[in-house]
């Protein structure tokens, strides 16, 4: 079974503050993707990153970082000197690669950026 | 600008009325999906299209009514719907089903039933 834990619900941060989001991911796939959509109000899922299982790297583009450690089955997404334009749903997925492969979203993360 | 496009953005219909749900992409991909989200929650899939054929259909009533009639395009027929089924609908594409490339999503089509 596949299952993705974004425990925090809500997270409200002043502007220019660092944000992290959690994410936990349970697989028993030996091959899988994780991804992190951000959704704003409009309410298009907008595609933020993908990491394969077999690619521990970290990666960092602009202000948003991405921590991928398989020993604890975490994905956590850091926004530095976040901005009001941040605030969005943030969704963490997996996706495994068997029959009737689909993706796997966690409940989300409401983030609000205040001024 | 999204590169799957949904129509229409907001439709409000009856409980007796028939209607669809449009979708296109451009970008080649041969996988399409439909999701349906509440507020407050995650998307969650209805159906997918691989190679337009249908792959995966997650028990959804039969007053939801996929069609995919080529490559680029995805339909969804509504008819009798229920104020429960009140929701957006999100339309997604990928190269495939089974690759890691991501899916694409249009701006949703948030419905109204009365």
């Known amino acids: 079974a596949q299952k993705v834990t974004q425990a925090q619900t809500e997270i409200s941060v002043v502007e220019k503050e660092d944000v992290t989001l959690d994410c936990v991911y349970e697989t028993r796939d030996t091959t899988y993707y994780l991804f992190w959509y951000k959704q704003p109000p409009s309410g298009e899922l907008v595609f933020l990153i993908r990491r394969n299982s077999f690619d521990e790297q970290n990666e960092i583009s602009g202000r948003y970082s991405w921590n991928f450690q398989k020993s604890t089955s975490s994905f956590n997404f850091t926004i530095t000197a976040s901005q009001v334009v941040d605030s969005a749903v943030y969704f963490c997925a997996l996706k495994y690669t068997g029959a009737n492969s689909k993706l796997t979203f966690g409940k989300g993360i409401t983030l609000s950026v205040r001024p | 600008d999204t590169e799957v496009t949904q129509t229409p953005k907001h439709l409000v219909m009856g409980m007796t009325n028939k209607k669809s749900l449009k979708c296109e992409q451009h970008m080649g991909h041969r996988a399409m999906y439909w999701y349906k989200q509440k507020a407050k929650k995650p998307p969650e899939l209805m159906f997918v299209?691989?190679?337009?054929?249908?792959?995966i259909n997650e028990s959804v009533p039969s007053r939801f009514s996929p069609e995919c009639p080529n490559s680029s395009l995805l339909n969804l027929h509504l008819h009798a719907l229920q104020p429960e089924d009140s929701a957006l609908y999100l339309c997604a594409s990928s190269q495939d089903q089974y690759s890691n490339q991501p899916q694409h999503f249009g701006d949703g089509t948030r419905l109204s039933i009365l």
């Open positions: 299209y691989s190679y337009e054929k249908l792959s």
